[in-house]
């Protein structure tokens, strides 16, 4: 089974620099809905990878996370698309978890849970850890220009550029993975 994980604030929403931390402040970053709608006809399971250590912080509670990715869930839909999962790290970075990007945790669990083979996967981020995540379990990864991509790509050491495939946003890397097919 093979899957395209994406990361949630700054491919799929606008990142904000104080946490999403309710529904109100989730927007949708254009072209989003429309590409997860295509990606909804293909055969791999979407599935969502995202930090949010605003929960260990204590500015947001687990539950109002799962009702954000819920009403994410039933917007998409609504639109055609869907997410199948969402794995997320409740973690600050001083935490040391396995789970916390770029640490493979959320995607070793989904491997798991789904029986996915992590080298026919996709990861679409827009930050560092997000590449070296993909790259700790054989996935392909995906830099998208969107949210902290730009700054992330131009601080990028870990990983040399020819290791990435590097595309504007979530639309441009959904064709990019659906002509790969």
């Known amino acids: 089974m093979r899957a395209v994980f994406l990361d949630r604030d700054g491919v799929i929403n ?11 402040d989730v927007e949708f970053i254009p072209g989003v809905l429309d590409a997860l709608r295509r990606l909804a006809s293909s055969q791999y399971l979407v599935i ?25 869930r039933q917007v998409v839909e ?33 491997a798991r849970q789904f029986s996915l083979d992590l080298g026919q996967c996709y990861l679409v981020g827009d930050a ?3 590449m070296l995540a993909a790259r700790a ?6 830099m998208v220009l969107t949210g902290r991509g730009k700054e992330s790509l131009n601080s990028m050491q870990e990983l ?8 504007s946003d979530l639309s441009a ?9």
């Open 173 to 181: 890397a959904v064709d990019w993975i659906l002509s790969r097919d």
């Open 160 to 167: 040399p550029n020819n290791q990435i495939t590097v595309v």
């Open 14 to 24: 606008r990142n904000r620099p104080d946490y999403v931390r309710a529904w109100a």
């Open 137 to 142: 379990v054989g996935s392909h990864p995906i």
């Open 78 to 110: 609504h639109h055609g698309g869907r997410l199948d999962a969402f794995f997320y790290c409740p973690h600050r970075p001083d935490e040391g978890c396995s789970c916390r990007k770029p640490q493979p945790g959320m995607l070793l669990r989904a």
């Open 128 to 130: 560092t850890g997000d």
């Open 48 to 72: 969502v990878i995202s930090n949010q250590s605003a929960i260990n912080r204590g500015l947001v509670t687990a539950e109002t996370v799962d009702d954000i990715h819920r009403r994410m």
